[in-house]
């Protein structure tokens, strides 16, 4: 078992890797768009849960905590000594800009509404979407124009004067197509209007094309430098890292429309990538909880059959918001260390058939003895109560009576000194039935496919002899 301070650097190395896949996602223009349920309204300022913060507030979130889990690990100085992380945070700053995510979101939003309206339908919803999205817009330049000339006032350093020349660019990118479509709509019409958006998206999409690429540039040396330095210091937080960035890469580096390459289902769920996020799982077993590293290793192979099965995967995009509530659910057992075991259904370990079926195999002679011993003890006493009984039958029965029950209480005892088999036997139920309730994979076309699946993990409980 790993010494607790050992245990909580290699905590902070899986959580980190996790990060860093999270990171990526997040920033990417085609990323996947994880769970946003946003709120009602921001009247007064209400306080939000994570899941109800923005696309952008939670960018910003992961960026921090990337950079608070890089510095504790001594892993964010880069060769030249300067920070890795703030380098990264420029970068991901003027990606979001060139995006301008803002405009980006209400011309998507208009563009919807456009498409679907029919003859008797007015524009006036995407009149009124559009006119909304362009007063945040001003508002966002007006912000990046103050702080420009702050900068430019205080003789900042020439690379933080640029970037903020880069991001108010780019916000203004997003202001003048708003205010063109707009005007388009007015003067020529919804079909007009629908492909000037259509244009527009293109133009912003081409001006976060270089923005990205470098981004992504600097995160691959990023993680190169990470692996390479924490090999040096500590195999298990080198494997720590691994594993934390390859199970949170199956969704945040997915994109659920790839057939080939490095964002597909066949490369991050496939053989090749589920096998060995299995053995790092079984390497770091130590640092888990009893059921954790099995049930992560089932999950993994049930979702290895998923990918291998196109009639499972089903519709891409449906499937990844079932692989979204998985990786949620390992983050959980692993680096919040939820117990599996609080996941199982009520009364699922009476209805497991197998677990009764190995129950049985294992203690089947002291089960038949005793059997057989009530039934002649019951015989026994019948014939006892019974006058015209012949005495030989009274003997046997008496003699299958106390054998039976002696030896089924001599094998009883037996058994009970086998302890590990004991464990093992509630290790492999309880193993079994975690399993089942840690995946969240659609439903199997066949109902056997997700026990066959489960059952083909390689990982077991370690057993105390």
Same mark, same amino acid.
């Given at each position: 078992m790993a010494n607790a301070d050992d245990a909580h650097d290699v905590l902070a190395a899986l959580r980190l890797?996790?990060?860093?896949?999270?990171?990526?996602?997040?920033?990417?223009p085609?990323?996947? #768009? *994880?769970?946003?349920? *946003?709120? #009602?309204?921001?009247?007064?300022?209400?306080? #939000?849960?994570r899941i109800e913060r923005g696309r952008t507030e939670l960018r910003i979130e992961i960026q921090s905590v990337v950079a608070e889990l890089a510095q504790r690990l001594r892993v964010d100085d880069a060769p030249d000594g300067t920070s890795f992380t703030d380098a990264l945070g420029d970068k991901a700053t003027l990606l979001a800009h060139a995006r301008a995510l803002k405009a980006a979101d209400a011309?998507?939003?208009?563009?919807?509404? !456009?498409?679907? $309206?029919? %003859?008797?339908?007015?524009?006036?919803?995407?009149? /009124?979407? $559009?006119?909304?999205? !362009?007063?945040?817009?001003q508002a966002v330049v007006a912000r990046h124009r103050q702080a420009l000339a702050a900068r430019q006032f205080a003789h900042a350093p020439e690379a933080s004067v640029q970037l903020e020349q880069a991001s108010c660019a780019g916000e203004e990118a997003g202001k003048a197509a708003l205010e063109h479509v707009i005007e388009t709509l007015t003067q020529q019409g919804p079909e007009t209007a629908a492909e000037a958006i259509t244009?527009?998206?293109?133009?912003?999409?081409?001006?976060?094309? /270089? #923005?990205?690429?470098?981004? =992504?540039? $600097?995160?691959?040396q990023f993680d190169a430098h990470v692996q390479d330095r924490l090999a040096a210091l500590s195999e298990s937080q080198a494997i720590g890292y691994q594993l934390g960035r390859g199970l949170a890469d199956? @969704?945040?580096?997915?994109?659920?429309? /790839?057939?080939?390459?490095? %964002?597909?289902?066949?490369?991050?769920? *496939?053989?090749?990538?589920c096998d060995e996020l299995s053995r790092l799982t079984g390497r770091l077993a130590a640092y888990m909880g009893e059921y954790t590293a099995p049930a992560v290793a089932?999950? $993994?192979?049930?979702?290895? %059959?998923?990918?291998? =099965?196109?009639?499972?995967? *089903?519709?891409?995009?449906?499937?990844?918001?079932?692989? @979204?509530?998985q990786i949620r659910r390992w983050y959980e057992l692993i680096i919040l260390e939820q117990d599996p075991t609080t996941l199982i259904a009520p009364a699922a370990f009476i209805r497991d058939y197998r677990l009764l079926a190995r129950a049985l195999k294992i203690f089947w002679p002291e089960l038949a003895a005793t059997v057989v011993g009530l039934a002649a003890l019951i015989t026994l006493l019948f014939l006892v109560n019974t006058g015209g009984a012949a005495a030989w039958a009274k003997t046997l029965s008496g003699v299958l009576a106390i054998v039976g029950l002696s030896l089924a209480g001599l094998t009883g005892t037996l058994k009970?000194?086998?302890?590990?088999?004991?464990?093992?036997?509630?290790?492999?139920? @309880?193993?079994?039935?975690v399993a089942v309730a840690v995946q969240t994979a659609p439903p199997p076309p066949d109902k056997s496919a997700l026990q066959k =699946?489960?059952?083909?993990?390689?990982?077991t409980p370690a057993t105390p002899n």
């Open positions: 890797g996790w990060s860093v896949a999270e990171m990526r996602g997040r920033n990417r085609d990323g996947p #768009p *994880g769970e946003v349920i *946003g709120m #009602p309204d921001r009247v007064d300022h209400p306080l #939000p849960l011309l998507q939003q208009a563009h919807g509404i !456009l498409r679907q $309206l029919d %003859a008797t339908d007015t524009t006036e919803s995407a009149r /009124q979407v $559009l006119a909304a999205a !362009l007063a945040t817009q244009r527009h998206q293109q133009e912003l999409a081409a001006a976060a094309r /270089q #923005p990205w690429a470098d981004l =992504a540039e $600097l995160m691959w199956t @969704y945040w580096a997915l994109d659920p429309d /790839q057939q080939h390459g490095s %964002a597909s289902w066949s490369f991050l769920l *496939g053989e090749r990538r089932g999950s $993994l192979e049930v979702w290895k %059959a998923v990918v291998a =099965a196109p009639t499972w995967l *089903g519709d891409p995009k449906q499937t990844g918001q079932a692989l @979204y509530s009970n000194s086998a302890q590990a088999l004991l464990k093992r036997l509630r290790q492999d139920a @309880y193993t079994d039935l =699946a489960i059952n083909r993990r390689e990982l």
